[in-house]
T-cell receptor, first 112, second 117 residues
Framework: DGGITQSPKYLFRKEGQNVTLSCEQN?????MYWYRQDPGQGLRLIYY???????QKGDIAEGYSVSREKKESFPLTVTSAQKNPTAFYLC???????????FGQGTRLTVV | AQSVTQPDIHITVSEGASLELRCNYS??????LFWYVQSPGQGLQLLLK??????LVQGIKGFEAEFKRSQSSFNLRKPSVHWSDAAEYFC???????????????FGQGTTLQVKP
């Protein structure tokens, strides 16, 4: 079945650590997105990529980094510079701009 | 600035009653519009979408939504709510920017629906 796979489902990070969240899609979509979800704040865009080897900052990119070396993959690294990383992270893909977004099941990151 | 407002943070309805969730957006150009549903700890599932044409759109699970350009609204409706509809609902808006369109969506803050037996 086509879809978006995020892993792991739960992730725990110690203070000062970098962690990487995986996002893989087999929908052959060009565009991929990372959103952060906090209670009562909806979804906020972290980074997006419309094509391989190119990505753009979203509204809350500070403390995060991404790469897009393959069409299928768009990993997100939460760096130690992100001061409040505890959140639910959602990866999405779109065939092109102006089409609906398909979402993964999310990764819940907790700082311990 | 572009924005999406869902005025109701939390709504409670009785099973079998009708439902309307409100969504308003702020932008002068032509939007494209979505409603998504999210169960706890899960990703978002698309309920319905509007790009152009008939302003009343039908979605999955018996939901429909109506685009009203004059009111900048895209309200979600269901004539009879089932207990399984309890979830969080998000309105999302994208905006055409011609050749520079990034496809970014702007989400409302979400409305949590509780269904009473």
């Amino acid at each position: 079945d086509g879809g978006i796979t995020q892993s792991p489902k739960y992730l725990f990070r110690k203070e000062g650590q970098n962690v990487t969240l995986s996002c893989e899609q087999n929908l052959n979509h060009d565009a991929m997105y990372w959103y952060r979800q906090d209670p009562g704040q909806g979804l906020r865009l972290i980074y997006y990529s419309q094509i391989v080897n190119d990505f753009q900052k979203g509204d809350i990119a500070e403390g995060y980094s991404v790469s897009r070396e393959k069409k299928e993959s768009f990993p997100l690294t939460v760096t130690s510079a992100q001061k409040n990383p505890t959140a639910f992270y959602l990866c999405a893909s779109q065939q092109t701009a102006n089409t609906e977004a398909f979402f993964g099941q999310g990764t819940r990151l907790t700082v311990v | 600035a572009q924005s999406v407002t869902q005025p109701d943070i939390h709504i409670t309805v009785s099973e079998g009653a009708s439902l309307e969730l409100r969504c308003n957006y702020s932008y002068g150009a032509t939007p494209y519009l979505f409603w998504y549903v999210q169960s706890p700890g899960q990703g978002l599932q698309l309920l319905l979408k509007y790009f152009s044409g008939d302003t009343l759109v039908q979605g999955i699970k018996g939901f429909e939504a109506e685009f009203k350009r004059s009111q900048s609204s895209f309200n979600l409706r269901k004539p009879s709510v089932h207990w399984s509809d309890a979830a969080e609902y998000f309105c999302a808006v994208g905006f055409y920017h011609g050749s520079g369109n990034t496809g970014k969506l702007i989400f409302g803050q979400g409305t949590t629906l509780q269904v009473k037996p």
